[in-house]
Each structure stands twice: as C-alpha cells, then as structure tokens.
C-alpha cells in the first residue's frame, strides 16, 4: 500500500517557475514506478512524466520536454516535479501516481494516486 500526497501547487505567471513535491508513503516506494499527470477542466487526465524505480530513467509528454524534469529521492520517498517557461496551458491539477510497471504513461495502469494540487498559470 501506497499513499502519495502532493504539494507545491499555487499561481504563478507565465515564463514562470514551480516546484512540486510528492511524498509518498510505505516501505516500498522505492519499487514503484512514479508518474506525474495532469488534468484540466472539462479535459482527460494527461500524462506528463514518469521516472522509473531502479535506473531512474525518465519521460515525458511532448508538450513540457525540456521545460519540466522529473526527479525522486528513494531515501525520502518523495518524486518531485520541477516546471519552468511555465505557459497558461500547463494550468490543472496535478497529480502523481505510483504503478508497478517499469513505465508507464496511461492513467489506468496506475495502482495509487495523490489528491491533486492545483497549479495555475495567469497569462
């Protein structure tokens, strides 16, 4: 059992920066695959980034390369979120999520998910 819980989250303008945070709990986290996801109003959940448990390779959705990197501390148990050029359609909630697959970037392989925390970007 995982329970993930995000932080980090506010207003910002464009060209901007955040940081957001998810701590995670559970002895295993270390084991999981982490993912970032967001979701606009009236919009599908949409991938974001995803870290793998082991080596820590990373991905990410097309829209935030090179703007957004996604990072984890095992011995923290927290994966991070750091966003720059921050642009009005990065708006939404953002969640993370931990699976047991090595990757993954589809929401309903996720096996946990945090509650969201809101991001919102004034042009």
């Known amino acids: 059992q995982v329970q993930l819980v995000e932080s980090g989250g506010g207003l910002v303008q464009a060209g901007g920066s955040l940081r957001l945070s998810c701590a995670a709990s559970?002895?295993?986290?270390?084991?999981?695959?982490m993912g970032w996801f967001r979701q606009a109003p009236g919009k599908e959940r949409e991938f974001v980034a995803d870290?793998?448990?082991?080596?820590?390779?990373?991905y990410y959705a097309d829209s935030v390369k090179d703007r957004f990197t996604i990072s984890r501390d095992n011995a923290k148990n927290t994966v991070y979120l750091q966003m720059i050029n921050l642009k009005p359609e990065d708006t939404g909630v953002y969640y993370c999520a931990a699976t047991t697959r090595a990757r993954e970037w589809r929401p309903r392989y996720y096996n946990y998910w945090g509650q969201g925390t809101q991001v919102t970007v004034s042009s």
């Open positions: 870290i793998t448990w082991s080596v820590g390779t990373t």
């Open positions: 559970g002895r295993t986290f270390s084991t999981y695959a």
